[in-house]
Nanobody
Framework: QAQLVESGGGSVQAGGSLNLSCVAS????????MGWFRQGPGQERELVAA????????WYASSVEGRFTISQDDTRNTLFLQMNRLKPEDTAMYYC????????????????????????WGRGTQVSVSA
């Protein structure tokens, strides 16, 4: 069973920064394809960033590219999302996700995270950005 625990959320003013963390444990997930999703009020959950290829590959949604940076620590069991120049529209619950072990192939990482229904999920951390 995989366990993903997010932290680092909070309330900031527009233009501020936050650094989210996700600590992963267990033996049923893979660090080869992980990502951050968010879900704003009344909105569907959307993928904002993904990391793959032992951390050498990254993908960002156009709405966050240039402002957010996804990374992993040396063990690759801790996932980070550095968020800079935050905007009110970034307000959402942010979730960490990881593909199950052995299920990170057959498509691009960000596609697998987005379309497959068997991701491992954390419970989320709230980010609120005021104008």
């Amino acid at each position: 069973q995989a366990q993903l625990v997010e932290s680092g959320g909070g309330s900031v003013q527009a233009g501020g920064s936050l650094n989210l963390s996700c600590v992963a444990s267990g033996d049923t997930y893979t660090t080869a394809c992980m990502g951050w999703f968010r879900q704003g009020p009344g909105q569907e959950r959307e993928l904002v960033a993904a990391i793959y290829a032992t951390g050498l590959g990254t993908w960002y949604a156009s709405s966050v590219e240039g402002r957010f940076t996804i990374s992993q620590d040396d063990t690759r069991n801790t996932l980070f999302l550095q968020m800079n120049r935050l905007k009110p529209e970034d307000t959402a619950m942010y979730y960490c996700a990881a593909r199950p072990r052995g299920r990170a192939s057959g498509g691009s990482c960000y596609t697998l995270l987005r379309i497959r229904r068997d991701n491992n999920w954390g419970r989320g951390t709230q980010v609120s950005v005021s104008a």
